[in-house]
């Protein structure tokens, strides 16, 4: 995942890592503290500007954070409802629908009057990139407060044409987010056919309690996943269900369901109950 | 907080109507896309993919043309003539060639929209 936002970032017009692009020298000073925890956590992570607006800030000075995992550079696409020019920067107000975000681009006077560069050019410089009042805009940046207000410090601003970009950033916000929230999708069949394509209580509370359960489960196979989902899910007695049932119920082979019992067994998250063929789950 | 309008289908109207029975919701201005099949002068509608048509109320300075798909913001209300629920237009966007749009996309996304509210909308009442 990380790799994919990653090649993206560096193919949009700033070159990837600190290569000194006229941005990163002024970061650098502005933070000297944070600085190099934010260089640790260059992940450009897709966010909605409802997000933005409800990250927390564990403290003033601190980066902040989305779903409880440290969020610096961001990317988002809304609409754009302003654009306000001073001569050291450009200010966009960006809405997508899920909240409004002002986003501050700083024009850099080195790169501004050069043609051959989309670096630092502001409105009102003809080109393909040319943000125009009420369309849809891309805003690559780091998430900033000042004073009591939060903004993005954009590093790169270009306009959206297709709207199945719009549509795929909102999916990959919420892919993300279910990643930071959830854990990682688990088997092809298992936790990964509950996220998106799952039930309607899936949003529920109940829900997300089983992924987290999910989570503090040691790492296993896909079939003793599977097991283990299906004794979590199936209405049983106190003593289980027989290992042939969950068989057939799996349509594996009972030797696969087996071997998936005896690991569940090892890593001490079920028991066996009237015999060692019937498993229940191990509830602490 | 900012206005949120959130992305919906024609079939969620009702739910954002001002006198629905499930409460009143937080908003009732929403957004829809889709493509516009008529103009008649101060109402026009558009075609939401295979989801059926909307009639939406027309200001006097609105532009919109024939063809084109579009994204519109709009109050949920009541048609006159007992026409059933359409939208008071505030403010389209022309996103061009219907052909260009991939309106299954925007259909899982209207579904991801209404199942992971909590990164969308704010909620309190009933999502």
Redesign the interface.
């Known amino acids: 995942m990380d790799g994919g936002y990653n090649s993206g970032y560096g193919g949009s017009s700033f070159g990837g890592g600190g290569g000194g692009g006229g941005f990163m020298p002024g970061e650098m000073s502005a933070s000297p503290a944070g600085g190099k925890g934010e260089m640790n956590n260059n992940t450009l992570r897709p966010v909605t500007v409802k997000q933005i607006l409800d990250a927390s800030q564990p403290f003033p000075e601190a980066s902040f954070q989305i779903d409880g995992a440290d969020t610096s550079s961001i990317v988002f696409i809304g609409q754009v409802r302003n654009i306000s020019s001073q001569t050291t920067n450009v200010t966009y107000k960006i809405d997508d629908g899920t909240g409004e975000i002002e986003a501050k681009q700083w024009i850099d006077s080195a790169t501004a009057d050069t043609m051959d560069t989309d670096d630092g050019k502001g409105p009102g410089v003809p080109g393909k990139d040319q943000i125009e009042l009420n369309g849809y805009a891309k805003v690559f940046g780091k998430l900033k407060t000042f004073g009591n207000k939060r903004f993005v410090g954009a590093h790169c601003v270009r306009p959206v044409k297709n709207i199945n970009e719009l549509h795929c950033h909102l999916l990959e916000a919420t892919a993300v987010h279910l990643f930071f929230t959830r854990g990682p999708p688990g088997g092809a069949a298992g936790a990964g056919a509950g996220g998106i394509a799952g039930a309607v209580g899936d949003a529920s509370m109940g829900g997300a309690d089983d992924y987290s359960a999910d989570r503090s489960l040691p790492a296993m196979s896909p079939v003793a996943r599977k097991v283990y989902s299906l004794l979590r899910t199936e209405p049983q007695s106190n003593e289980g269900l027989h290992c042939q049932l969950i068989a057939s119920k799996l349509g594996l082979p009972p030797a696969d369901v087996a071997r998936a019992g005896e690991e569940l067994l090892g890593t001490g998250v079920i028991f066996s109950t009237v015999d060692e063929q019937t498993w229940a789950i191990l509830q602490l | 907080?900012?206005?949120?309008?959130?992305?919906i289908l024609p079939s969620h109207l009702h739910a954002f109507h001002p006198n629905t029975a499930n409460g009143p919701r937080s908003t009732n201005t929403v957004?829809l896309?889709g493509t516009v099949t008529s103009l008649r002068g101060d109402t026009a509608t558009i075609t939401c993919g295979n989801h059926g048509d909307v009639t939406m109320l027309l200001k006097p300075d609105a532009h919109l043309q024939m063809g084109r798909?579009v994204?519109v913001l709009g109050k949920v209300v009541d048609l006159e003539g007992g026409g059933g629920i359409g939208l008071r237009l505030l403010?389209n966007?022309d996103?061009?060639n219907p052909a260009?749009?991939?309106y299954k996309?925007?259909e899982?996304?209207v579904d991801?929209?209404h199942?992971?509210?909590?990164?969308?909308?704010?909620t309190g009442d009933a999502?």
């Open positions: 907080m900012s206005l949120q309008t959130p992305r957004r896309l798909l994204e403010a966007y996103w061009g260009d749009c991939d996309i925007y899982k996304l991801v929209t199942r992971y509210p909590q990164i969308f909308y704010d999502y």
